[in-house]
């Protein structure tokens, strides 16, 4: 559970585990949706590292969600 990534669910009742690698490490989503959370991941992917990296160190978990 130390690999950073998110923890995704949309309006569709999906929800997904899915790597800053862009790989899905948990769950399910359809493709429209994991493209979008790739093109978030793509755009912000020094953002989200620094986010992990700062949230791992204060909460001592490794879990950061997000609601499409």
């Not at 949309?10 to 929800?15: C, L």
């Not at 862009?22 to 953002?47: A, F, H």
Request: glycine content about 6%; hydrophobic content about 35%.
């Amino acid at each position: 559970h130390h690999m950073p990534h998110l923890h995704i669910k949309n309006g569709k009742g999906q929800e997904v585990s899915v790597a800053l690698t862009g790989e899905i490490l948990d769950g399910y989503c359809d493709s429209k949706t994991l493209k979008k959370i790739r093109t978030i991941i793509d755009l912000n992917n020094n953002v989200l590292k620094c986010f992990w990296k700062k949230y791992f160190k204060f909460t001592k978990t490794s879990m950061v969600n997000v609601v499409l």
